[in-house]
């Protein structure tokens, strides 16, 4: 199975917030931008194996600012790491205010995704290639993000999660 680029796993997604998105302070609903993510983060994950994928899990999500009513959201995803059926997918989000043109990135998530067969069983997915410093970074840490979601989903004992233990001793 050949490896693949993250830069080839590149997704993105623009959207404009409008009424029925919004939450009763006139802001984003979160569930719309969850919504929004995971589609996103699905084609990064298609892009990457080419084979049904399922959510799995999401990792960590931050919504660090509200987001206005008829603001540009573009949202970005890419695989940060391949294991043997799972892939981590990072999603930045960036507002954009479409009067002034200001732009900050907003939030992101981290989400996981299986491949599946026909009948919903894990399959083997390539391996990924970090290139850019970034995808390296997120890369080697996307390993511990693995242990830690495995260990709260009660599938692995914190014991083995050797390289998210390196994290606390020196
Ligand atoms: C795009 C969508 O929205 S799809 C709709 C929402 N999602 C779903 O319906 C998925 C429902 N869940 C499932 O079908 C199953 O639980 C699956 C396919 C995700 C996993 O199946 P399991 O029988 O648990 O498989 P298994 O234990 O072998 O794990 C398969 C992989 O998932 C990973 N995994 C399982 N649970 C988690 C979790 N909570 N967090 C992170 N990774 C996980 C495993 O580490 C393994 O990865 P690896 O093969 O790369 O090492």
């Known amino acids: 199975m050949k490896a693949k680029k993250a830069s080839e796993t590149l997704a993105i997604s623009t959207k404009v917030v409008l009424p029925n998105d919004t939450n009763t302070l006139g802001n984003l609903f979160g569930g719309q931008l969850l919504a929004w993510m995971d589609v996103i983060a699905s084609v990064s994950a298609h892009r990457h194996c080419r084979r049904v994928v399922v959510t799995a899990s999401v990792n960590n999500v931050a919504f660090n600012a509200p987001i206005n009513h008829s603001s540009i959201v573009t949202l970005e995803a890419k695989v940060s790491r391949a294991f043997n059926s799972s892939m981590e997918v990072f999603v930045d989000v960036y507002v954009e205010n479409p009067v002034t043109g200001n732009k900050f990135r907003s939030n992101e998530a981290i989400y996981t995704f299986v491949a599946v067969d026909q009948n919903g069983g894990p399959i083997q997915v390539p391996e990924l290639i970090p290139e850019t410093q970034e995808e390296k970074e997120r890369y080697t840490a996307a390993l511990r993000r ?13 014991k083995d999660a050797n390289e998210l233990k390196k994290l606390f001793v020196d």
Do not use: R, V, Y
């Open 146 to 158: 693995k242990q830690l979601a495995l260990i709260l989903a009660g599938k692995m004992n914190p």
